[in-house]
């Protein structure tokens, strides 16, 4: 299939659903380029659920471009997210737990709450975010010592509570095909 010239890979993304109808990640949001798309629906690996009204064209055949995909076959999720800085921000909602600021992601650093020069290890319980004003105010020392208390308390979060925070920062992109998808848990207005 050709598509027009002026056709790009970033246009016409589709969303993918895991075979339980939940996206396979919510920040950043599962898509694929328009062509991965068509491919995998060829190779039958997906039941397409919407399509964009845009059409690609074949010397033999016509096609209208999904813009909702489901996959076949389940994928199941990590049961424990990765101890990964994107993973901790996202715990943590990209929010500084000292200062309480929400900032972007560059403007963010992590914190050893006990410093790794007091013994601190670097694991889901002693790691918070920080901006970097506030990380370089605590230093290295205890919470204690310098009244910076962490807003709350570093845990390691479950793929449940990641997947809920990522989807209160949605992408600049959605299509209104991808709303009944991604929002039918959300609560209805009276």
């Known amino acids: ?17 895991n075979a339980d109808f939940q996206p396979l990640s919510w920040y ?28 690609i064209r ?23 997210p990765p101890f ?20 972007p992601i560059q403007e963010l650093t992590f914190d050893h709450v006990v410093p790794r020069s007091r013994g601190g290890r670097t694991s889901w319980d002693n790691i918070t975010t920080a901006c970097t004003r506030c990380n370089l105010r ?14 709350s308390r570093p845990q390691q979060p479950s793929t449940h509570q990641l997947r809920q925070n990522g989807r209160q920062f949605p992408p600049g992109y959605l299509h209104e095909s991808w709303r009944d998808f991604l929002y039918w848990d959300s609560e209805l207005e009276p």
Request: hydrophobic share 40%.
């Open 138 to 151: 605590k230093g290295s020392r205890l919470p204690r010592e310098c009244g910076m208390h962490p807003l």
């Open 28 to 55: 950043p949001l599962s898509v694929w380029s328009w062509q991965d798309t068509v491919r995998a629906m060829f190779l039958d690996r997906i039941a397409v659920l919407s399509h964009y009204d845009r059409v």
């Open 1 to 17: 299939m050709s598509a027009n010239a002026h056709l790009s890979a970033s246009a016409f993304p589709a969303l993918v659903l």
């Open 58 to 80: 074949s010397p033999g055949q016509e096609l209208r471009l999904p813009s909702v995909v489901a996959l076949k076959q389940y994928v199941p999720q990590e049961r424990r």
């Open 84 to 103: 990964t800085r994107f993973n901790l921000f996202l715990r943590d909602r990209f929010s500084c737990q000292y200062c309480g600021i929400t900032a």
